[in-house]
T-cell receptor
């Protein structure tokens, strides 16, 4: 079954404590991307990757890091989380830049 | 960069009525315009998309229209059903920053039985 798997699905953490949200896909897609969803703001792109070792900034990259060492994995790293990073995060993949397949989402709360 | 505006933010209709959601975009080089539906607690799913060489596309009760000159595109849902209730997002990509997909703010559609 084609899947985009995110972990953790829910996380409550404190300001400054480094965390990583993992994303793994089994569809052999080259393109992967991270979005955050906030009420009234829709989905905003954080980072995207066109292929292994190729990453680029989206619209809201500040405070986030990513890496793409393997085709199937695209972790999102928050080195020093702050309360304004409290949000619902989605990982998505696609073949090229066509239909996106989204994960189930990771709800992050930073206290 | 690209900017996508979506209206209305909420839409309430009676079952059987039509629903229309409108989006405008800023980058005239954008050439791919998908629409996603997000049900409660889930990730968005593609429901229909259109490319800039096409003016209209239909899939059963759903249609999308594109006006490149005016830089706007719309989603039309006919004969709405309660299961159409969800959040709908438009998006645009393929412009000057290939790989970047910019979403609208979303529309909460409620279909009353």
């Amino acid at each position: 079954e084609a899947q985009v798997t995110q972990n953790p699905r829910y996380l409550i953490t404190v300001t400054g404590k480094k965390l990583t949200v993992t994303c793994s896909q089994n569809m052999n897609h080259e393109y992967m991307s991270w979005y955050r969803q906030d009420p009234g703001l829709g989905l905003r792109q954080i980072y995207y990757s066109m292929n292994v070792e190729v990453t680029d900034k989206g619209d809201v990259p500040e405070g986030y890091k990513v890496s793409r060492k393997e085709k199937r994995n695209f972790p999102l790293i928050l080195e020093s989380p702050s309360p304004n990073q409290t949000s619902l995060y989605f990982c998505a993949t696609s073949v090229g830049a066509g239909e996106l397949f989204f994960g189930e989402g990771s709800r992050l709360t930073v206290l | 960069g690209e900017n996508v505006e979506q209206h209305p933010s909420t839409l309430s209709v009676q079952e059987g009525d039509s629903a229309v959601i409108k989006c405008t975009y800023s980058d005239s080089a954008s050439n791919y315009f998908p629409w996603y539906k997000q049900e409660l607690g889930k990730g968005p799913q593609l429901i229909i998309d259109i490319r800039s060489n096409v003016g209209e596309k239909k899939d059963q009760r759903i249609a999308v229209t594109l006006n490149k000159t005016a830089k706007h595109f719309s989603l039309h849902i006919t004969e709405t059903q309660p299961e159409d209730s969800a959040v709908y997002f438009c998006a645009a990509s393929g412009g000057t920053s290939y790989g970047k997909l910019t979403f609208g703010q979303g529309t909460i559609l409620t279909v009353h039985p």
